[in-house]
Every structure is written in C-alpha cells, then in structure tokens.
C-alpha cells in the first residue's frame, strides 16, 4: 500500500498535514514550528540532516530545506565553490548551496502548485527522499575537498552514482 492511500482525500489537507504524518510514519523527529512550517531530523548513512518544510501560501509553493554543518578551511572555500558547483550540474531537481555565515551545506526545493494544485503524500515522502539523497550522494565529495585537499574533479570520481532499474 503507498503511503498516499493513508489519505481517503487530501484535498483538504494543508501540505504541513501531510508532512507531519509522513514525519510519524517514518519515525522522525520533528518539531511542528508553526502552522506552516515543520522542522525533522532525518538519519541518512553519513550523518542526521536537519529538514524544513515551509508552506507558502502567497507563493503557492512548498518550500524544503535540508541541511548538514559543515566548516572548511578558509583555504578550501575556492574548491568547495568548484564542487558544488559540479553536483549541481548532476541533478535536476533542486540545488545546493553554502552558506558561509551558518555554517552550512544547503540543499533547497520549491515545489510549485499553483492554481490549488495539492501535493500528495507520495510526491511529499518523494521530495524528502530526493533532499536526502543528494545530500548522501554528495557528501564524500564535499568531504574530500574540504579536508581531503582533493581537487573539485577528483572528489566528484567518489559521488555516490544514480541507480536506475532494479537489482
């Protein structure tokens, strides 16, 4: 059974609805900051990432925000650019980002329903696995550059690969 057919109508539904009961359905830890917004810890294989999803209204869109500390090297800021960079030209939903005052990598995603469209809970736990999986995927390479002294190229040789099909 998907995770959507938990869900009789989510017409209804404030997006935040459905990502607090996916939230409880996996087990993570969250922390409903508002109406609006909802804030989890999801365990990957390298680390816990921090996940915030915001609901705009105005904007019609549902905002998802995962990140992960990270504090390279003064010296290494140049490469960990050129990296993030080279991850970004790999996926095509979504993006990273640094940002240098927090501290942190930053994986971000808008999803657009306009029009009133409503997300459902498979494409919500969809775009969760997505954030996380990109930052699993990467994280050896940012690792690699900032205190690996690897060049952007090499480190990306360790980029967990996409699998498509089945096993």
Known sequence: MSIAEDFLSTDDLHPIDIVETLAAHHDWEFDRVTDDQIAMAVEGQWRTYS???????????????CTFEMEPPE????????????????VWTGAFTYWEEQKLMVWRYGLLLAGGQCANADQID????????AAERFYPAFQLVAWGDRAPADAMQVAIAEAYGRA
């Open 126 to 133: 969809r775009l969760i696995g997505s954030a996380v999986g």
């Open 51 to 65: 996940l915030t999803l915001a609901w705009s209204a105005q904007d019609e869109t549902l905002r998802l925000i």
């Open 75 to 90: 010296a290494r800021m140049g490469a960990l650019y050129d990296v993030l960079n080279r991850c970004n030209d790999m």
